[in-house]
């Protein structure tokens, strides 16, 4: 029979083996347990990291999209104008084949991109070529408008519509009023009392008076220093600063000022120098 007090002491080291082995796993364990847990931090650093990495590419990536539609919405707006001047001179001029000398190159925005830089370089490209072309049909816009203002305001035309006898030249003659040689400016058409005056070129209407000499006047300003005046009118029919065509009827002819019957006095001006008007009449 086991002795009760050999029994219990039995019992303590047992339990105190248990205690030590229990101990001793534990502290075998806790290498993997903390090598576990640093692992796990990592992960746990490593996916924030990657969280971060993917938020800043979303934002790169937005921005990249931000510059790419506003570069877009440039290059319509561009195109947009390109497509107005080229249809204005399309009207304007009768320009259908002539016009494109200088094509966009619409493949540059239809094949495949590598990357955001590729398709920015395509976009730089497209965009540079549209400004070339509009330069060019700016450049052919004024060229065009340039010839027209010229032909319009060329001066080459008769100041009375329908004609009438020229009753004075231009250069030296007698003086009807007081006999002396004077020099005439001008050309004298004899004509009767309210017979249309016209605009021998397109131009802005500079002078509407009574002159104490000319009577009742009108010069018409043609850019480039040029002039036509038109005096001794009866009745005026532009005011200052109107635009006219060639042709238009600016005046009626009339006996006004110092005149001795009803004719049209007409001169041509060139930097306030008068010039024959002879050589501007048509053929």
């Known amino acids: 029979m086991t002795h009760p007090a050999a029994l219990a002491g039995a019992k303590t080291r047992a339990s105190r083996f248990g205690y030590r082995l229990f101990v001793l796993l534990t502290l075998l364990q806790l290498p993997v347990i903390l090598y576990l847990y640093s ?88 965009s540079e070529q549209a400004r070339e ?23 080459q035309g008769h100041p009375v519509p329908g004609h009438s006898r020229m009753s ?26 309210g017979q249309p005056v016209a605009a021998t070129a397109a131009g802005v209407v500079s002078v509407v008076e009574q002159h104490p000499e000319f009577g009742g006047l009108v010069e018409i300003n043609h850019g480039r220093g040029w002039i036509t005046r038109y005096a001794h009118l009866d009745t005026q029919l532009v005011q200052v600063g109107e635009r006219v065509d060639k042709g238009q009827h600016v005046a009626l002819m009339g006996r006004t000022g110092r005149a001795t019957g009803v004719h049209l006095h007409y001169e041509v001006l060139k930097g306030n120098k008068q010039l024959d008007p002879a050589r501007f009449l048509p053929n």
Do not use: C
């Not at 072309?133 to 001066?155: C, D, F, P, R, V």
């Open 39 to 126: 692992q796990w931090q990592n992960t746990q650093q490593q996916q924030r990291q990657l969280s971060q990495q993917l938020e800043q590419q979303q934002r790169s990536q937005q921005q990249q999209l931000g510059r790419i539609g506003q570069r877009l919405g440039q290059l319509q707006a561009e195109l947009s104008q390109l497509s107005v001047v080229g249809q204005r001179l399309v009207k304007d001029y009768d320009l259908v084949d002539e016009l494109p000398l200088q094509r966009l190159d619409a493949n540059l925005l239809q094949r495949p991109f590598n990357g955001f830089a590729d398709l920015h370089l395509a976009l730089t490209q497209m």
């Open 133 to 155: 072309y509009g330069m060019t049909l700016t450049a052919l816009e004024s060229l065009l408008l340039n010839l027209h203002i010229n032909e319009i305001t060329q001066i």
């Open 168 to 193: 004075s030249t231009f250069g030296q003659r007698r003086d009807p009023f007081t006999g002396r040689t004077r020099w005439h400016r001008g050309l004298d058409f004899s004509g009767k009392r």
